[in-house]
């Protein structure tokens, strides 16, 4: 299994940076700009610290494994009084990895990914975008 898959992709690395959330693990995704006969930038993973020197980054953010989002991740998902309000689930259908957000039978949000970082990284992003989680909370 290549590293690309387990961590998640470039959108939601951005996307978790831009929602604060703070950036140590274990790799980092270097976003390079394309040269002129590509069409799109490239996302390269690599060990955190552990680039090439000279390298021309466009932007560089967390790339979250699959470990370290599941270590922010809660279990379920409280209000501010306590009230339960859902659980946070990953689960595959046999072909896709997918997320679901249930209180108790009832199914509140659900979305297909391509990788288990993926799915996870999604409710990430769904929790602090909701502000379901704070700052504090997601950072372990």
């Known amino acids: 299994m290549n590293l690309e898959t387990q961590v998640c992709s470039l959108d939601l690395a951005k996307r978790l940076k831009e929602l604060g959330v ?12 394309p040269d ?3 069409e799109t930038e490239h996302w390269n993973v690599k060990r955190n610290g ?14 979250f494994t699959v470990v370290e989002l599941g270590e922010m991740l809660p279990e379920r998902v ?6 339960y309000l859902f659980d946070c689930g990953f689960y ?5 990895p997918y997320v ?7 199914r509140i949000c659900e979305q297909s990914t391509d990788t ?25």
């Open 78 to 83: 409280y209000d501010q009084s306590g009230a």
């Open 22 to 33: 703070k950036q140590e693990s274990l790799f980092v995704g270097l976003q390079q700009k």
């Open 116 to 140: 288990e970082a993926d799915a996870r990284a999604t409710m990430l992003v769904y929790l602090l975008e909701n502000k379901l989680i704070s700052f504090s909370a997601s950072q372990g």
């Open 50 to 63: 552990d680039w090439p020197v000279g390298i021309k980054v466009f932007n560089s953010a967390s790339a």
């Open 92 to 96: 595959t259908d046999g072909k896709k």
């Open 100 to 106: 679901k957000h249930s209180h108790y039978e009832k």
């Open 36 to 38: 002129k006969a590509a």
